[in-house]
């Protein structure tokens, strides 16, 4: 069972910058590949980024590359976005996730664990 916690999320002008947090319960978490997705209103939940249980490997959505960076700290227990030059098309909703399988997917019915999910508003 691992319980994830996402914090950091806020109201940012465009073209600025924000780290999110999710902090996770339990002594299995640098067991479980990590994703951060997102769900604007009226939208269905898309993926975002992920990275490997090492944090040696990470994956991002084409709409984030080479904005937003994902990084974890297994002795801490947390995995991080880090998401600069924000767009107003960035607003949503953002989750993590410990995903299901070895590798990680861009699939949100392949998480197992999610948080509660923190909100991020860009204004224009």
């Known amino acids: 069972q691992v319980q994830l916690v996402e914090s950091g999320g806020g109201l940012v002008q465009a073209g600025g910058s924000l780290r999110l947090s999710c902090a996770a319960s339990?002594?299995?978490?640098?067991?479980?590949?990590m994703g951060w997705f997102r769900q604007a209103p009226g939208k269905e939940r898309e993926f975002v980024a992920a990275?490997?249980?090492?944090?040696?490997?990470?994956y991002y959505a084409d709409s984030v590359k080479g904005r937003f960076t994902i990084s974890r700290d297994n002795a801490k227990n947390t995995v991080y976005l880090q998401m600069n030059s924000l767009k107003p098309e960035d607003t949503a909703v953002y989750y993590c996730?410990?995903?299901?399988?070895?590798?990680?997917?861009?699939?949100?019915?392949?998480?197992?664990?999610w948080g509660q999910g923190t909100q991020v508003t860009v204004s224009s």
């Open positions: 339990g002594r299995t978490f640098s067991s479980y590949p």
């Open positions: 996730a410990a995903c299901n399988y070895l590798l990680p997917t861009t699939l949100a019915n392949d998480y197992k664990y």
């Open positions: 990275i490997r249980q090492s944090g040696g490997t990470t």
